[in-house]
């Protein structure tokens, strides 16, 4: 079974200082990591995705997620957060071989960045 | 570019009454799903579609029936709504072809039962 942790409800950082939102997650074989973004009202919006090579990777809006498979992590990173990055952040797993693709996600943690 | 589309995006509904949500994408995706978004766990898929005529089980798909006639179309029928069906829908595509592909979801769909 396939398994995500965000440790933290919610995150709160000023605006322009660096933001970090943490997750953890369980799964056989080598895990296909995504986080995504959920704004008020809105459907989930796909942020950075981790398959293979590198493990910092880039995504949308200046956002970056670091692969630690040693610590089984892939938490979410922003140099300098901005007021328009507050919103609700999903972290998923699923493993390559299950032919269902089912995502299994986090529970959410939201961001607030005060100005 | 309308992607995945939801109809309705507000429902009330009393317990024992049915109604299907729908939804429709227009990106030629053969894998759909339907995830529900409840406060604190995150989004758990009821069922999914890998194309036209397949149709299986997610995590928690008690009440709920799928079917999928076209590539375009996944709705997503409650027989007789009970109150712990009240959620926050949200439906996803993606293409099939190997690799990690992203789902795509559409803006949701929330039903209350009372």
């Known amino acids: 079974a396939q398994s995500v942790a965000q440790p933290e409800d919610q995150v709160n950082v000023a605006e322009g200082n660096p933001l970090t939102v943490k997750c953890t997650y369980s799964?056989?074989?080598?895990?296909?990591l995504f986080w995504y973004v959920q704004y008020p009202n809105r459907g989930l919006q796909f942020l950075l995705k981790y398959i293979t090579g590198d493990n910092l990777v880039k995504g949308s809006y200046g956002f970056e997620a670091e692969f630690n498979k040693s610590q089984t992590s892939f938490h979410l990173k922003k140099p300098s957060a901005l007021v328009s990055d507050s919103a609700l952040y999903f972290c998923?797993?699923?493993?390559?071989?299950?032919?269902?693709?089912?995502?299994?996600f986090g529970s959410g943690t939201r961001l607030q960045v005060q100005p | 570019n309308a992607g995945v589309t939801q109809t309705p995006k507000f429902q009330v509904l009393k317990t024992g009454q049915s109604m299907t949500l729908q939804c429709a994408q227009d990106m030629n995706h053969e894998y759909m799903s339907w995830y529900r978004q409840d406060p604190g766990m995150g989004l758990r898929l009821i069922h999914y579609s890998v194309g036209a005529g397949i149709t299986d089980q997610g995590e928690v798909p008690n009440g709920y029936n799928v079917s999928r006639s076209t590539t375009e179309d996944f709705p997503l029928r409650l027989l007789s709504a009970a109150p712990s069906q009240t959620s926050v829908y949200f439906c996803?595509?993606?293409?099939?072809?190997?690799?990690?592909?992203?789902?795509?979801f559409g803006a949701g769909s929330r039903l209350t039962v009372l």
């Open positions: 996803a595509s993606s293409r099939t072809d190997p690799g990690a592909n992203v789902l795509t």
């Open positions: 799964v056989s074989g080598n895990p296909y």
């Open positions: 998923a797993v699923r493993s390559p071989d299950t032919g269902r693709r089912a995502l299994t």
